[in-house]
């Protein structure tokens, strides 16, 4: 009787112990997607909302082009305390549909400067997980920095019912920043609403050259010529945007 | 195979690949698509991410409801790939006569938390496309029950 006792006792801790382990590795494995509202509100903060008290070449508090891979890290902890090994931070760092990006960086040490660095919001996740975004929506940049310097829209009105998709690219060459919008047409237009937004991107580069430089990557295959601006492919040019931004949701942009 | 980028993925950064497919039976006996696979290979461009696929749009009996699109990894990996992106068919999406094609399937891939890929070192893409201009695209490989009949793998 003895043995049979001990026997159901030590399977009961193997139970109990294996149960443990389970939900220790269930907390480690979600901490990255688990978000409590003082960590949204971090977040929102720091990457939502336009860093307007902060010059040029201080975004968010990371200096692109200046600052190492070290820095970035210490700074993107702050904001997603599961963040793990330089590999997962050289991959991005995402939680529920907002993300903070490093450029690619090739053999990544940790005293590697950091190219470039993006913010990426999906808002169909954001909302859902309870993320204020008024910061970084199409009108809010477009109010914030003006007019931008040049403007593309990537689409193809005969595809418009198939891929339904365009991207929208925004270059600010004095803040050396640009914003692309990955949208859905709506009714055959480009409305720059969060609601028509699959993903929207702040990209912010050291200075104008290194903006330059990227655009190239950004709006061709390889580095090649960039491709005919929105008012040649479009109803609007560059200087409507701010008229854009004041109704988003009426002045939607038509493909020529 | 036919093949060109989807007009807003023909740059070096995307956060989605999205490549229009054009399967043609250029043989003499009906096809049955659900014998075919078809792989489109490319970089991840990460350690830690999973991958994401799914069909956008398809002319095919069904819809995206008869199309599979899954991903793989290259072992061992290449340089100019590790993933690809395979696309298969259910019964209900039928067959291709002599002579038909499925024209535009339209598929995508993302990674889990949706950083951009570069496409420049990505096996299967065509840095050349700049129009929506079918290709006969060997770069993209077709298999019939496991077999390989077009194109050349990595």
């Known amino acids: 009787m003895t043995t049979f006792f001990r026997g159901r006792w030590i399977t009961?801790?193997?139970?109990?112990?294996?149960?443990?382990?389970?939900?220790?590795?269930?907390?480690?494995?979600?901490?990255?997607?688990?978000?409590?509202?003082?960590?949204?509100?971090?977040?929102?903060?720091?990457?939502?909302?336009?860093p307007t008290q902060?010059?040029?070449?201080?975004?968010?508090?990371?200096?692109?082009?200046?600052?190492?891979?070290?820095?970035f890290q210490s700074f993107a902890a702050q904001l997603y305390p599961g963040l793990g090994d330089l590999a997962t931070l050289v991959d991005g760092v995402?939680?529920?549909g907002v993300g903070l990006y490093v450029a690619p960086i090739k053999e990544a040490t940790l005293d590697a400067v950091v190219p470039y660095v993006y913010v990426r919001l999906r808002p169909e996740s954001a909302t859902t997980a309870g993320f204020t975004m008024n910061g970084i929506t199409p009108a809010a940049v477009i109010t914030e920095f003006g007019?931008?310097?040049?403007?593309?829209?990537?689409?193809?009105?005969?595809?418009?019912?198939?891929?339904?998709?365009?991207?929208?690219?925004?270059?600010?060459?004095?803040q050396a920043a640009l914003y692309v919008m990955t949208g859905k047409f709506e009714g055959g237009k480009a409305c720059l609403t969060l609601a028509n937004a699959v993903t929207v991107t702040l990209y912010r580069f050291k200075d104008g050259a290194?903006?330059?430089?990227?655009?190239?990557?950004?709006?061709?295959?390889?580095?090649?010529?960039?491709?005919?601006?929105?008012?040649?492919?479009?109803?609007?040019?560059?200087?409507?945007?701010?008229?854009?931004?004041?109704?988003?949701?009426?002045?939607?942009?038509?493909?020529? | 195979v036919q093949y060109y980028p989807e007009s807003t993925t023909r740059t070096q950064f995307v956060e989605s690949i999205i490549p229009q497919i054009?399967?043609?039976?250029?043989?003499?006996?009906?096809?049955?698509l659900s014998e075919l696979k078809l792989r489109y290979?490319?970089?991840?461009?990460?350690?830690?991410?999973?991958?994401?696929?799914?069909?956008?749009?398809?002319?095919?009996?069904?819809?995206?409801?008869?199309?599979t699109v899954t991903t793989g990894t290259l072992t061992?990996?290449?340089?100019?790939?590790?993933?690809?992106?395979?696309v298969g068919f259910t019964a209900g999406a039928g067959s291709l006569p002599v002579g038909g094609q499925t024209l535009d399937l339209i598929v995508r891939v993302n990674k889990a938390n949706w950083s951009d890929f570069d496409q420049s070192n990505d096996y299967s893409f065509d840095p050349t496309s700049t129009s929506d201009t079918w290709k006969d695209w060997s770069k993209v490989t077709l298999y019939r029950n496991g077999t390989l009949i077009w194109g050349l793998q990595p």
Not at chain 1, 54 to 71: E, M, N, S
Not at chain 1, 148 to 166: G, V
């Open chain 1, 12 to 50: 009961m801790l193997r139970l109990g112990l294996s149960l443990l382990l389970l939900l220790t590795l269930a907390a480690g494995s979600s901490l990255l997607r688990a978000q409590d509202p003082a960590s949204r509100q971090k977040i929102e903060a720091a990457l939502l909302t336009m």
């Open chain 1, 54 to 71: 902060c010059g040029k070449p201080c975004f968010w508090d990371i200096r692109p082009g200046v600052d190492t891979l070290a820095q």
């Open chain 1, 94 to 96: 995402e939680s529920n």
């Open chain 1, 147 to 174: 007019n931008p310097t040049q403007a593309y829209l990537l689409a193809n009105r005969a595809q418009i019912n198939k891929s339904n998709r365009f991207r929208l690219f925004l270059v600010y060459r004095p």
């Open chain 1, 210 to 256: 290194d903006l330059d430089e990227a655009l190239k990557e950004f709006l061709t295959p390889a580095k090649g010529t960039l491709p005919p601006s929105i008012a040649a492919t479009t109803d609007k040019n560059a200087a409507d945007f701010t008229a854009i931004a004041a109704n988003p949701a009426a002045a939607c942009i038509s493909l020529r």
């Open chain 2, 22 to 32: 054009n399967i043609v039976n250029t043989g003499t006996e009906p096809l049955p």
């Open chain 2, 41 to 67: 290979y490319f970089t991840k461009d990460s350690q830690t991410q999973a991958l994401e696929a799914a069909c956008s749009w398809t002319a095919l009996p069904g819809t995206c409801a008869n199309v």
């Open chain 2, 76 to 86: 061992p990996a290449l340089t100019v790939a590790d993933s690809y992106l395979e």
